[in-house]
């Protein structure tokens, strides 16, 4: 249906990455890296080179999302997946709630569900709509999702958990924009290959004394945990501004140059404000066209940092898709594969521009509007 179309030059992007993950590493941050020569790549994570690398993008995570004195910038590596996992075996006692929307909330539900001596609970709210956690009695671990990157929905809204209960947000693909007090949680985790404009394998999780002091006390209890998922050795390396074992330093490198922008460009606040002015647009441009519509209805639950925008079934989304990134103009805009819609899945991640995504909803009018 969109085999003849061609896109003008004048609505070429200047960047055609607008996938949710990974999202577009500017290539400045590339040419820098470059730029470091024989003084980085090739070095010990263990020699100053590095460790001055990580204490600066740590100290920097600590100052974007203003994080308590007493909390730790907890570093390593595997990405959230990995952390699924590690946080099952090494932080919940007896049980774990989990509040879950989409396919990340419910894999990291199945990951501490597969851990026999611990119960797990799914409470699960229907795709397209946010869940609202909230504390449950009986459970020492609630898990929480701030943006479920598979159907753009997000929940911002934190419960007050028991004093002894550990309050965990997956903030992977929402950490950096959208909204989320971290002196509220507990276990505020996420990889860096989205809003954070690295690449993945990697993971950050800002803990709480409180969540500090449970994996001790799990540590202690005669469990088997690997040793690569032991969280003393997570928290006793980044506290020396390292990793248990080697690290990506290319990954730090972005991340480091991403949190760096970040901090110069306002901050936390500015971010999320220019998160949502993207969003709105979107949103609005979704709502105005009759052949589009927003897939997630409650306007409270639409993600600042991932869009989720159906197409009349008259347009197969997929056939457009393949025609753009045919002409090199746009990257990355399928569904989730998993939700199976006719739908584009478009990133708001920080160094996705407004000024791209206005040239995006401008390419896909003109499209359907010929077709
Ligand atoms: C919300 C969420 N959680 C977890 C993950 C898994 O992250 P990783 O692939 O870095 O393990 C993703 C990846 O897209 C995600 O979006």
């Not at 020569?37 to 740590?58: D, F, I």
């Not at 894999?107 to 799914?122: C, D, G, L, R, V």
């Not at 959208?178 to 507990?186: E, G, L, Q």
Request: hydrophobic share 35%; proline share 4%; with cysteine.
């Amino acid at each position: 249906m969109f085999e003849n179309f061609n896109i003008p030059q004048e609505l070429r992007p200047t960047d055609p990455r607008f996938g949710s993950g990974p999202s577009l590493v500017p290539v400045e941050f590339m040419t820098k890296l470059a730029e470091t020569g024989t003084e980085l790549l090739g070095t010990s994570h263990r020699k100053p080179a590095v460790k001055n690398l990580v204490k600066e993008m740590q100290e920097g995570i600590r100052t974007f999302f203003n994080v308590p004195s007493d909390y730790e910038i907890v570093i390593g590596n595997g990405g959230a997946t990995f952390l699924f996992d590690m946080i099952g075996l090494g932080l919940v006692r007896k049980k774990s709630s989990h509040f879950t929307c989409g396919e990340f909330s419910s894999k990291w539900y199945k990951s501490h569900a597969n851990i026999p001596w611990i119960e797990s609970e799914n409470i699960a709210g229907d795709y397209g709509h946010g869940s609202k956690a909230s504390n449950v009695d009986g459970s020492d671990f609630i898990a929480m999702t701030l943006n479920e990157t598979s159907t753009g929905v997000q929940n911002i809204d934190l419960p007050e958990v028991d004093a002894d209960t550990i309050l965990a947000v997956d903030a992977t693909s929402g950490a950096g924009q959208i909204p989320c007090d971290i002196s509220k949680t507990d276990v505020f985790f996420f990889s860096p290959q989205k809003v954070f404009a690295s690449e993945g394998g990697f993971f950050v999780s800002i803990m709480s004394p409180k969540a500090i002091k449970r994996s001790q006390e799990i540590a202690e209890l005669d469990r088997y945990i690997p040793t690569i998922m032991s969280w003393d050795l997570a928290i006793t390396n980044s506290i020396k501004n390292q990793t248990y074992n080697t690290p990506s330093i290319s990954t730090i490198f972005f991340l480091n140059e991403q949190v760096k922008l970040m901090n110069s460009q306002g901050g936390y606040s500015s971010a999320i404000e220019y998160a949502q002015k993207k969003a709105d647009m979107l949103y609005s441009w979704a709502q105005e066209k009759p052949y589009l519509d927003t897939y997630v209805k409650g306007e409270s639950d639409r993600s600042t940092a991932v869009a989720c925008i159906d197409v009349d079934d008259k347009y197969p989304a997929g056939d457009l898709i393949k025609v753009l990134e045919s002409q090199k103009a746009v990257y990355g805009i399928d569904a989730y594969r998993k939700l199976g819609k006719n739908q584009f899945r478009i990133s708001l991640f920080h160094n996705v521009s407004f000024e791209n995504l206005e040239k995006l909803t401008k390419i896909i009018d003109l499209a359907i509007e010929q077709a």
